[in-house]
Nanobody, 118 residues
């Protein structure tokens, strides 16, 4: 599956952004979809994931309570609603998918840059 992330931009601290990820084919049989990010000079890190129809969502501690991941299976879309953004959220955000439990995320979008100013 090919993934296209969008929605990044420049926002002030405390603001909100919604990232979108469009899949090139139906995603109903994709086990899990996720968001990762890579901040300048840092390793890529997990942000959030959603499995199945969207009931099972998981978040990194750093974004829990501020970010919400959701999945629209009918539209082949993945979203990340980001509220109360902080300068440390500045990063390139990537969407990804994996086919099954225990398997790696093996399809990646090109990334969208989020910059949070203080």
């Amino acid at each position: 599956v090919q993934l296209q992330a969008s929605g990044g931009g420049l926002v002030q601290a405390g603001g909100s952004l919604t990232l979108s990820c469009a899949a090139s084919r139906p995603t109903f049989n994709i086990y899990s979809m996720a968001w990762f990010r890579r901040a300048p000079g840092k390793e890529r890190e997990f942000v959030a994931s959603v499995a199945g129809s969207g009931v099972n969502a998981y978040y990194a501690d750093s974004v829990k309570g501020r970010f919400t991941i959701s999945r629209d299976i009918l539209q082949n879309m993945l979203y990340l609603q980001m509220n109360d953004l902080k300068p440390e959220d500045t990063a390139v955000y990537y969407c990804a998918t994996k086919a099954g439990y225990g398997k790696p995320y093996d399809s990646w979008g090109q990334g969208t840059l989020v910059t949070v100013s203080s």
